[in-house]
């Protein structure tokens, strides 16, 4: 599969003033109208206040910002607002399985399938904790007691949010690669290079080593 449009992978406590600048460099690779898609969040009033607060932060941001309706409730007006033409699809943190049953299993899968057209034909998507996990191959499913699912495919591996060095250690994770991804902070992946944004040290785990992601745009993404 061809990388086209720009991933952000966050490591999470996103939607706040220390992820600005993050944010704001993944909108300097985007272009055009920034969509939230709060699909991690608990229908109702969960998912109201998910996408609000992403508007409001991305309002000072200096873009245009719009809500995908939940897609539990109505999936094609969900449909309807992933239009061609949007620079940049944001999907905020919560529960990792219930976004990824709202992207491959809500209206068989329609979302899913969407949200990767879109990344396929340009558009940036950046996800923070949940968000990121479901971008990888595969993902962890807390509410199945751990269980690794397969993700959305956009990278290769397993994303582990609010990550620290050793902090992976409460994990079961399988073989193979691992990115972790701190708290404010998270990697950009365009193409087939990748770059640490914001705060902390994101790594990544290749075999049984770890090591940090540089802050340049040289370091090429592992298959």
Not at 9 to 20: F, K, M, N, W
Not at 175 to 199: K, N, R, S, Y
């Amino acid at each position: 599969m061809a990388v086209s449009g720009v991933l952000c992978l966050q490591g999470g406590r996103e939607l706040t003033p220390s992820c600005e600048e993050m944010d704001a460099a993944v909108i300097a690779r985007s272009d055009g109208q920034v969509v939230v898609l709060a699909g991690a969040a608990r229908v109702g009033s969960d998912y109201a206040g998910a996408s609000s607060r992403a508007v409001a932060h991305y309002g000072k941001l200096g873009v245009e910002v719009a809500v995908v309706p939940d897609p539990r409730t109505d999936a094609i007006e969900a449909l309807a607002a992933l239009r061609d033409g949007i620079g940049l699809v944001v999907m905020p943190g919560g529960s990792p399985g219930g976004l990824l049953d709202v992207l491959t299993a809500i209206d068989g899968g329609s979302i899913g399938r969407r949200v990767a057209e879109l990344w396929q034909s340009g558009t940036a998507v950046s996800g923070a904790s949940a968000g990121a996990m479901v971008m990888c191959a595969q993902t962890v499913r807390p509410d199945r007691d751990g269980g690794v699912a397969a993700g959305l495919g956009f990278v290769a591996g397993l994303a582990v949010p609010h990550w620290a060095p050793g902090s992976d250690r409460r994990w079961s994770l399988p073989e193979g690669l691992v990115w972790g991804l701190p708290e404010c902070g998270g990697v950009i992946v365009a193409g087939e290079q990748m770059t640490a944004v914001g705060q902390g040290h994101p790594s990544i785990r290749v075999g049984n080593e770890w090591h940090r992601i540089t802050r340049d745009d040289t370091e090429p993404v592992p298959g």
